[in-house]
Every structure is written in structure tokens, then in C-alpha cells.
T-cell receptor
Framework: GAVVSQHPSWVICKSGTSVKIECRSL??????MFWYRQFPKQSLMLMAT?????????EQGVEKDKFLINHASLTLSTLTVTSAHPEDSSFYIC??????????FGPGTRLTVT | QKEVEQDPGPLSVPEGAIVSLNCTYS??????FMWYRQYSRKGPELLMY????GNKEDGRFTAQVDKSSKYISLFIRDSQPSDSATYLC?????????FGKGTRLHILP
């Protein structure tokens, strides 16, 4: 149980375009979903926390107008990277659960912006 | 001082050896302590969590927390090649986890 999926697993896009990443909890309802970004050989950095039906809470330094998060249901959250640039290339990981101490991670999405 | 520090490794040990992975943290307010395992290009997988100082054992894994020293350890007994991964320590406070950069572990067959 407690499986989280992400789609796509890898995406390449051109600079200036927008990319949407989906995060789904397959066998449980995630009241809270987290979005992380991980650069090579770096730690996971929390970008934002979202609760179903509410606006996401963004961490300091994360541009909420650039990284749009929608948590429309208890099983689906989306992250849209708007006007992506090469510096946005990273590994984006979502997790879902009932709280930070009980969260299940997705397999991640590798974004490459050319 | 960084909030969570881990030796990045890589740490290479022969199969069957006992592995010791360590982590220090700076915020004495952290309430719970987790260890995650992350295989290359995959999401983290929770291995252990504990709320207090002392030891917690689960199979071949033992997590040890010393709040007075702000020191966290993970021990792996009878290490297997499948244990080769990056291990992330992650102390947490309220609803937020702070991840270390992780220690890369290679178990040599």
C-alpha cells in the first residue's frame, strides 16, 4: 500500500515553455501533498505544501507564480513549471500523506530544459 | 552551520559487514528523526523513524538518536548488495522535514 505515482517520469522541454507534472496517490487519500526539488548530489528541498482544496504554502525563495501547484482532489496534485528555464532543470519529487512524518514519496520526475 | 550534515561518501564496504551511517543536526527543537533510502533516480523510501533518544530496531536496521549530542546514526547489519543506495537522514519539526544531502553507500559483493 501507500503508492504514489508521478507522470511523466522524464520530460524535456524548450526554454520558455510550461510543463505540468502530475502526482497521484494510488491507494490512499493524501490530505497533504508536498513538492520537493533535488539537484544532483544535493538534498531534497521542500518547495511547497498543499492541502486538498486549499492554496499551497510555498517555502521562502520559491516563486509561487512560477511553480503553480493545484491540489484539486485527495488523490491528485499537479505542479506546473511556467516559462521554464535551464536553471529549472532538476528532479522534482512529490509526496503524499497525513503529515510530514508520514509521507510517501513518488518516483520523481526529471525535468530537462534546453 | 548547516541544519543537517552527513558525510556524502561514497562509503564502500564488503557484503556482510556492519554499516554505520551518521548525521548531525543543529536545531535542538527537532521532534522526530527519520532515515530514508533513495536509489538512483528514484524517490526516497522511509526506513526508520523515531521520536526519542535511544535505539530503535527493525530487522537488519537500527536507528540511534542522541538528542544531547544532536547525533543520529543508522546501523545496517549483514549488509547486502541491494542495500547500495543513498541514505538520507531527516529530522523533523511540526510539519516539516529537513533532509540531509545523504551518504552514498556501496556494498561490494
Amino acid at each position: 500500500g501507500a503508492v504514489v505515482s508521478q507522470h511523466p517520469s522524464w520530460v524535456i522541454c524548450k526554454s520558455g515553455t510550461s510543463v505540468k507534472i502530475e502526482c497521484r496517490s494510488l491507494d490512499f487519500q493524501a490530505t497533504t501533498m508536498f513538492w520537493y526539488r533535488q539537484f544532483p548530489k544535493q538534498s531534497l528541498m521542500l518547495m511547497a505544501t498543499s492541502n486538498e482544496g486549499s492554496k499551497a504554502t510555498y517555502e521562502q525563495g520559491v516563486e509561487k507564480d512560477k511553480f503553480l501547484i493545484n491540489h484539486a482532489s485527495l488523490t491528485l496534485s499537479t505542479l506546473t513549471v511556467t516559462s521554464a528555464h535551464p536553471e529549472d532543470s532538476s528532479f522534482y519529487i512529490c509526496s503524499g500523506g497525513s503529515g510530514a512524518y508520514e509521507q510517501y514519496f513518488g518516483p520523481g520526475t526529471r525535468l530537462t530544459v534546453t | 552551520q548547516k541544519e543537517v550534515e552527513q558525510d556524502p561518501g561514497p562509503l564502500s564496504v564488503p557484503e556482510g559487514a556492519i554499516v554505520s551511517l551518521n548525521c548531525t543536526y543543529s536545531n535542538s527543537a527537532f521532534q522526530y528523526f527519520m532515515w530514508y533510502r533513495q536509489y538512483s533516480r528514484k524517490g526516497p523510501e522511509l526506513l526508520m523513524y523515531t521520536y526519542s533518544s535511544g535505539n530503535k530496531e527493525d530487522g537488519r536496521f537500527t536507528a540511534q538518536v542522541d538528542k544531547s549530542s544532536k547525533y543520529i546514526s543508522l546501523f545496517i547489519r549483514d549488509s547486502q548488495p541491494s542495500d547500495s543506495a543513498t541514505y538520507l537522514c531527516a529530522p523533523g519539526l511540526d510539519d516539516k522535514i529537513i533532509f540531509g544531502k545523504g551518504t552514498r553507500l556501496h556494498i561490494l559483493p
